[in-house]
């Protein structure tokens, strides 16, 4: 009797490497196997996946096992975990459109007269995501390094795509550009959404274009995890302004709200203990300050509030190095946390 399940995951199976160039980019071919660190897609050689060998049974070309923890499965287990996507019909869906497969057409279900291109869904930014690379050495990676940033390659929630598909508004046409892109991520560690920053193609800066940075995906109360969190916290709006609080004090957990706005609705977690806030000096960032630290203080929450010299932390950073800004947030952040500066 036909499967469609068992169907999709043959052909999955007889393009093996094909999915996992697309879904684990991070590892490599040796052999008759595609070898990568885990299934985050971190490098390493603790999972591999057989890319020959018979259909079905041992041996099978598709089946994957990581060494270290003892998992395995098929190739569909890959992208489901790579993709974030949950409810079976859409992983099916996902790895038809990989395969170039039709998506297939329900009795009575009237056919659009255009088929609408993926919008900023949840599973189009897990799909974007799994399709990018890790940042180290990449475009990405010379960006971080222009602005004083060296430790961006060292971030699982940062990765780079080198044609990122990009419009402005009032453009026909999309164009493809090299892209910064972060996830976006919940409480329990799901991929919610993702944020793209376009670069220029020598990387010495971002992509001269009226939107530089756009977000897809559910953002509200998620944040940009670049660090783990611990009982303490330091949240704050950019990127880049995070990654150099990491910078000049790698002791600190860092996450990135991406606005003033998103700022102010970030969920705390479980456990914390004491939040830092770190503004950039304009209006809206303090608004947002305000705002969450009424809502860490109503939680009994100890909250404190960072504020750069200049602009932002990064201007900090640029203007004037890591081991000034670490002493300027040495005069800011609590007594019981200042051994945590230097890592």
């Known amino acids: 009797m036909y499967s469609e399940t068992e169907d999709v995951i043959r052909a999955l199976a007889e393009n093996a490497e094909s999915v996992c160039r697309a879904y684990l980019p991070a590892g490599r071919r040796e052999g008759s196997y595609w070898i990568v660190g885990d299934l985050q897609n971190n490098p390493g050689r603790s999972l591999f ?7 079905s049974g041992p041996g099978a070309r598709g089946k994957w096992q990581d060494a270290a923890v003892g998992l395995h499965g098929d190739l569909l287990d890959i992208i ?26 329900l009795p009575n279900t009237p056919v659009p007269k255009k088929a609408k291109a993926p919008g900023g869904t949840r599973a189009a930014a897990a799909r974007l995501f799994a399709a990018s690379m890790p940042v180290a050495g990449t475009l990405a990676d010379t960006y971080l390094r222009s602005r004083g940033i060296t430790q961006g390659g060292t971030m699982s929630a940062l ?31 799901a991929l919610q959404g993702v944020h793209r920053t376009w670069l220029a193609h020598d990387g010495q800066g971002k992509a001269e274009v009226k939107t530089q940075r756009r977000a897809m995906g559910h953002l509200l109360g998620n944040a940009v995890r670049l660090t783990p969190q611990q009982n303490i916290l330091v949240v704050g709006e950019g990127i880049e302004t995070m990654l150099s609080l990491s910078e000049a004090a790698p002791g600190l957990p860092v996450w990135a709200a991406l606005s003033s706005g998103h700022l102010g609705a970030v969920l705390l977690p479980e ?19 305000e705002r969450l630290s009424a809502k860490a203080t109503d939680v ?12 932002d932390f990064n201007d900090d950073l640029r203007a004037t190095g890591k081991e000034a800004l670490r002493q300027h947030l040495a005069g800011q952040i609590g007594l ?3 051994q945590r500066l230097s890592g």
Request: with cysteine; net charge positive; glycine share 12%.
């Open 49 to 55: 996946v057989r890319l020959t060998g018979p259909t």
């Open 336 to 338: 019981e946390d200042r």
């Open 159 to 189: 990765r780079f795509h080198p044609k990122c598909w990009h419009r402005d508004e009032g453009q026909t046409r999309s164009i493809p550009r090299p892209a910064l892109i972060a996830a976006v991520t919940d409480g329990a560690g």
């Open 300 to 311: 009994g929450i100890g909250c404190h509030v960072l504020e750069p010299q200049l602009g």
């Open 80 to 105: 489901r975990e790579r993709t974030g996507i949950s409810r079976f019909p859409d992983l099916l869906t996902e790895a038809r459109a990989h395969l170039g497969r039709p998506q297939p057409v």
């Open 271 to 289: 456990g914390l203990q004491r939040l830092y806030i770190a503004i950039d000096r304009d209006p809206a960032g303090q608004r947002a300050a």
